[in-house]
């Protein structure tokens, strides 16, 4: 089967067990949105060990709100009077470009594959908030659905996205460097920065450069890029107010959506403006810091081509 993208549903109920967790005690500390804290790990593997996709509940979640410009779905009564809190919600894991001019010539063609399975490492109630003296009445589930095609032919480039995190907390300086690999295309950029508690920390990077050797893609203030891009999608999310009940997209105890940026390196619907790798001696992302950053997160968004040989 070709496939565009598999349907995740979370599903399950937890119950306070113990006075000031959450529910009619302290509805605050566990939100809508906080149930994809579950989900430590999700991971698309192929042919017996090649991972083309690996998310955690949350940077998926966040991915679909940035990139299809439109709140995820979430169904949750986090914060009702009752100690009992029920929650269903919905991510899109994508295989396809659906944004490019010809989305079909990403689908993933699993004709060509050994084996095609999701790997997921489950958290607990702690992974979702930080909180304590809960229990699951019924246990969390991850329903998959797949759309897929079937009877056409094309050469169909597969795209792939993996995770990069720096070694070390990295404190105030300028050119914090980022070694990406090469080879392929890379379309974008998928990044996150958190403090020492695991919280989003937003506004710690003032400035982001993309190079090689002397060559300059991409050199912006990061705030500017982070709200440019927000704007030029026509999303609202910017207008969640300290309630968090405007844009159900932003609701979570530990999400600030400040923290998220997307750099996205195609704006015309073709790769023309993508970054082909294959004759570069290297390329680098680079940051000013302006605060301790304790897990910087960049998911590069690539895409792996069909290179034929060129006729002579």
Known sequence: MLYRELLLELQGTIQATSAGTYGKYSPTLLLGGDEWGLIQKLEVV??????????????????????????????????TTSTYSAFDSVLILPFWDFKSVSPIDTLLDSSKLSDFRIQVTWGSDLTMANFTGSTFITNPTLTVTSRESYGLSGRFSVS????????????????????????????GFFINTKDA???????????????????????????????????????????VDSTLAQIPCAVSSKTNIDAWTYIDLIDDGY?????DTYKLSELKLQFDVNQTITTLAIICDQLIPVRGKKKS
């Open 46 to 79: 192929v042919n017996g060990g090649d991972t083309i996709r690996s998310f955690k509940g949350e940077e998926l979640a966040m991915y679909n709100t940035l990139l299809f410009n439109r709140p995820r779905r979430l169904n949750a009564t986090f914060g």
């Open 160 to 187: 792939r996205n993996f995770k990069i995190t720096n070694p070390a907390a990295v404190g105030t300086q300028k050119g914090y460097t980022i070694q990406l690999p090469l080879g392929n295309i890379y379309k």
């Open 197 to 239: 508690n695991g919280n989003d920390l937003a506004d710690c990077i003032d400035r982001v450069q993309l190079v090689s050797g002397t060559n300059v893609f991409l050199d912006c203030n990061y705030k500017a890029l982070r709200n440019w891009q927000t704007l030029r999608k026509g999303q609202s999310i910017g207008l």
């Open 271 to 275: 790769v023309t403006e993508a970054i």
